[in-house]
């Protein structure tokens, strides 16, 4: 157990959490996950760091695609402020905007120049450990 996870969508079906390399089927074509693990397994003490952290300066303003990367950041910043501040639980809302947006920016953080790719790699390992999370939590609810 303990495995970390990737998002992944999957039509009708929405997202889904799988193994970093894991290869699943998209459009009729065969994709790969692309999230590396982290080796901190503590989210409280990683959202702690990553508040203390500085947008990277480089990508202020910046687009990748279509995705303005301080929108993204705010948004997926957001339900985590409202996960950890309300003690584990987040709205339906939220956590559809969390799924949302953590397959938004695993889909895009191979992309994302180096300077600023530490950043959003600790963001997207929040946003996928907060996902796990409140799956453990679901699971246990029925």
């Known amino acids: 157990m303990g ?7 999957a039509p009708g079906r ?5 193994p970093p390399g894991r290869r699943y089927r ?16 503590d989210l409280q003490a990683v959202w702690h760091d990553h508040r203390g952290a500085v947008f990277p300066a480089a990508l202020a303003g910046a687009t990748i695609g279509a995705v303005e990367l301080v929108t993204l950041d705010a948004d997926i910043a957001g339900c985590l402020e409202a996960y950890f501040g309300s003690r584990g639980r987040l709205d339906d809302v939220r956590r559809s905007v969390l799924e949302t947006q953590a397959m938004v920016l695993n889909d895009i953080v191979p992309h994302i120049p180096e300077p600023g790719r ?20 679901s699971a246990g609810d029925g």
């Open 118 to 137: 530490p950043y959003f790699d600790r963001l997207l390992h929040l946003a996928l450990g907060v996902l796990r999370a409140l799956e453990r939590g």
């Open 14 to 18: 929405g997202l889904l959490l799988t």
């Open 26 to 41: 998209d459009r009729g074509r065969t994709r790969r996950t692309t999230y590396k693990a982290h080796p901190v397994d």
């Open 3 to 9: 495995q970390d996870l990737a998002p992944v969508h």
